[in-house]
């Protein structure tokens, strides 16, 4: 893979250069960023260049690199034990946050937790558990979908193609379409909503030709989709979904690994709407990095067997510590309310831009879950991903990290205590990148047409 080393040293390319005769070519690496150290929503490169951080690790760091917190606790830790395997024996760590989850879970009554290492494991462990309580066989999925790259949790990835070429995958789900408000899929009648279509085509369409509604173990979704586009089903959406599981029996899988841990300005997307899951998947911003992800269920959802399913290094001691003080940061910070404020300032300023540079088609987004799509044409909603890749590459060069989801859209989500300094700098460079890139891909459409400019 060739990458473009623009605004990347002398030792970066060094590095480079090395990487590419020594790691896995599955690595899809989005621009010349070789990582010396980190601070707080900064960082910088081995060459001595500094950046302001609006992609937080891919939506992991949530409470900004190395807290001193949560390094405090890390050290504590390290220096007692870092592992004895969570399947065999106890340690006060993983009990702890378990309890700590128990306080936290958007559902009323007891539950119970599984850890793993990875977002990917948590959705293993979900797909695992739902067969295991109904006995049923199917599931549902939802197109644009990201769950992970095992093959389980491929069978309900559906965000590239490229990510399932030459793979049979491990479960059976069928993919309807997710409800986008900007892209809608499915015809609807006067007065309905993206998610009215959606959820019809399930009742009437899928469950009338396709799946007998009884034989389906779970649907499982994100509440916002990451890696399909940012994308924010409509209000309601989460609440219809819920009733029609319930009609039928059917498990409520959310997948909040990228949305979660006070991401949305809730510690957990679904309570938006106040929708109890069945079964709630975390991993990314839970740890500050460290691995750790999970499923947490409902007391009478998780019966499995001892032995059914477990994990050598899931729930080390190390990642429940520092979840454990992740999860103070973000209480004793006022975390949510931030994440509310600073996203809703980001959307102010983002929305402003969209008046002046007419590629950005929409913008969206909850607390510091933000996307912004790019389109040749606002009419025809033609997607421009030359433009989306290339203001990523400017941004990169002049001192700003963001990253791409979806096929034509920018995700910016900075850690959830990032000072509005840092805020401003890191729009004013994006904005400064936009200004080049649209000298390379102009808007192609027309302005006056456009409702947004009225």
């Known amino acids: 893979m060739n990458i473009n080393l623009a605004g990347c040293g002398p030792i970066g390319r060094d590095i480079i ?205 994100e509440p916002i989709q990451g890696e399909g586009g940012y ?17 039928y029996g059917i498990m409520l899988m959310v997948d909040e690994v990228q949305s979660g841990a006070g991401r949305t300005g809730d510690m957990w997307a679904v309570e938006h709407e106040g929708v109890e899951p069945d079964i709630l998947c975390f991993a990314k911003g839970i740890a500050s990095g460290m691995p750790l992800g999970g499923i947490i269920a409902k007391d009478d959802v998780m019966t499995w067997k001892p032995g059914t399913h477990a994990s050598t290094y899931g729930g080390g001691p190390v990642a429940c510590a520092a979840a454990l003080a992740t999860l103070d940061v973000i209480e004793e910070e006022d975390l949510l309310a931030r994440a509310d404020e600073t996203g809703a300032y980001i959307l102010d300023r983002l929305t402003a831009m969209q008046q002046r540079y007419y590629t950005m088609g929409d913008v969206r987004g909850r607390g510091l879950m933000i996307g912004v799509e790019f389109v040749k044409d606002r009419e025809t909603k033609e997607r421009y991903p030359e433009m989306r890749h ?45 200004i080049e890139a649209e000298r390379l891909h102009p808007y192609q459409g027309h302005v006056h047409i456009v409702p947004a400019l009225a």
């Open 390 to 434: 290339t203001v990523i590459q400017k941004a990169f060069e002049k001192g700003v990290l963001m990253l791409p989801c979806g096929a034509n859209t920018i995700r910016l989500t900075p850690a959830l205590n990032i000072g509005r300094d840092l805020v401003d700098e890191g729009l004013d460079l994006f904005e400064s990148a936009l």
């Open 231 to 247: 994308v924010l089903p409509p209000d309601g959406f989460l609440t219809r979904l819920r009733a029609l599981c319930d009609k």
């Open 17 to 221: 250069e090395r990487d590419r005769h020594a790691t896995s070519t599955s690595y899809a690496r989005e621009y010349a960023l070789v990582i010396d150290h980190a601070q707080g929503a900064e960082v910088w490169d081995v060459d001595g260049r500094r950046f302001v951080d609006l992609m937080a690790g891919v939506a992991v760091m949530n409470v900004g690199h190395r807290h001193p917190y949560v390094v405090e606790k890390v050290k504590e830790t390290l220096d007692k034990f870092w592992h004895v395997c969570l399947t065999d024996f106890y340690y006060p760590q993983a009990m702890e946050l378990a309890e700590r989850l128990q306080t936290i879970a958007p559902m009323r009554g007891k539950t119970r937790s599984y850890f793993g290492n990875s977002g990917t494991e948590a959705v293993e462990a979900a797909i695992k558990l739902a067969m295991a309580h109904t006995r049923r066989p199917y599931f549902i999925g939802f197109r644009g979908a990201f769950h992970g790259r095992t093959l389980g949790a491929l069978s309900f990835t559906s965000s590239k193609y490229l990510q399932r070429s030459h793979y049979r995958v491990g479960v059976p789900v069928t993919h309807i379409p997710y409800p986008n408000p900007y892209r809608p899929t499915l015809h609807r009648e006067a007065g309905q909503d993206a998610a009215d279509a959606v959820l019809n085509f399930l009742e009437n369409e899928i469950f009338r030709t396709t799946l007998d509604p009884t034989d389906v173990a779970g649907i499982l979704l």
